[in-house]
C-alpha cells in the first residue's frame, strides 16, 4: 500500500517561512507528477504548486515569487519551502502523488494534510 505522509506544518507569523516535506512509503516503480495543495477553512481545496519528473513546475498565482515546490526523485520526497508567508496562506496543506506501482498500475495518491497558520 502506498502511503504519503506531510510533515513540517505549523504556526507562523506573517513574513515568517515553513518547509513542508511529503514523504512517501510502500512499494513504487515511480512518481509522475507530483503537488502540493490547500484547503482553508470554508474553502474548496485549491492547487498550489506541480512538480512532474523531468523537474517541470506549475505555481498558483497566489504564491508565485514566494513558494518553492521541489523533490528528490531517489527519496520519491516532495517539498514546499514557504516564505514570506500571509494569513491568507493558512490552510491545510495536502501532498499529491501519481504513483506507478511496480504491477504497471497508477494511483492518484493523497495525504492526510499539515495544519498551517499564519497570524498577522
Known amino acids: 500500500q502506498v502511503q504519503l505522509v506531510e510533515s513540517g506544518g505549523g504556526s507562523v507569523q506573517t513574513g515568517g517561512s515553513l518547509r513542508l516535506s511529503c514523504a512517501t512509503s510502500?512499494?513504487?516503480?515511480?512518481?509522475?507528477?507530483m503537488g502540493w495543495h490547500r484547503q482553508a477553512p470554508g474553502n474548496q481545496r485549491e492547487l498550489v504548486a506541480t512538480i512532474n519528473r523531468s523537474g517541470q513546475i506549475s505555481y498558483a498565482d497566489s504564491v508565485k515569487g514566494r513558494f518553492t515546490i521541489s523533490r528528490d526523485n531517489a527519496k520519491n520526497t516532495a517539498y514546499l519551502q514557504m516564505n514570506s508567508l500571509k494569513p491568507e496562506d493558512t490552510a491545510v496543506y495536502y501532498c499529491n502523488a501519481d504513483v506507478v506501482r511496480v504491477s504497471g498500475s497508477k494511483m492518484d495518491c493523497w495525504g492526510k494534510g499539515t495544519l498551517v497558520t499564519v497570524s498577522s
Open positions: 510502500g512499494i513504487i516503480l515511480s512518481i509522475n507528477t
